[in-house]
């Protein structure tokens, strides 16, 4: 394997991938040994672009995504932009700026925290200007773990770009919280905030 210099560079990042995309193309995520030996290495050469990057990997199909992420951390996203950007062709891969939207019906679990998205609910709030949520998680505590599960489900149904631009304030609570206003089931999230979003959008581009 080729190194980087000690401060790195968008360019010397895909040089360097590319030199070694054959690894990373075969990489078994089964394989727990190998994954981990892939992923410290490709976490490595990212930090030294910058410390927040992170990434995934998408399954060995003809083509692989690889996902470059901020990890939620809105201060790195213009380094996820910037890296993103700089990546050369490589005909079997695709590079993806920031976690997308996926399927949001598979449990997530960190250490002993595990929660259902069927369980999760939500109430959506429009302050006037940009939107707000509610999220209602059962079993909810202080733990930081529940935080991650929660910020990683909104991931899910919204894309990690969304999630950080588009929502003012977050609100993580237990579904035995007493609030105001309708709760809906967490797979409604897309549609109701991809609607808010667009009327937001709306309401801003009319005249005063």
Not at 179 to 185: F, M, N, P
Request: aromatic share 10%; with cysteine.
């Amino acid at each position: 394997m080729s190194m980087l210099n000690r401060k790195s560079s968008p360019q010397k990042f895909w040089k360097w991938f590319g030199d070694n995309e054959e690894q990373f193309f075969a990489l078994d995520l089964e394989n727990k040994a190998e994954r981990e030996k892939v992923f410290d290495m490709l976490a490595r050469q990212l930090q030294k672009i910058d410390r927040d990057l992170t990434f995934e990997f998408g399954p060995p199909q003809p083509v692989r995504e690889f996902i470059l992420s901020a990890g939620g951390i809105k201060r790195a996203f213009p380094a996820v932009l910037s890296l993103s950007k700089a990546a050369t062709p490589l005909a079997r891969w695709k590079i993806t700026a920031f976690r997308p939207r996926r399927d949001t019906r598979y449990t997530i679990q960190i250490g002993d925290k595990l929660v259902d998205p069927a369980q999760v609910e939500f109430i959506l709030l429009d302050n006037g200007r940009r939107a707000a949520l509610e999220l209602f998680i059962p079993g909810m505590t202080d733990d930081v773990a529940f935080r991650q599960i929660g910020y990683l489900l909104l991931d899910a149904a919204l894309g990690e770009f969304d999630v950080e631009t588009k929502i003012d304030g977050i609100d993580m609570l237990p579904t035995t919280a007493v609030t105001e206003g309708r709760r809906h089931a967490f797979r409604e999230l897309p549609a109701l905030f991809d609607r808010l979003i667009a009327h937001l959008e709306e309401r801003s581009e009319k005249p005063c």
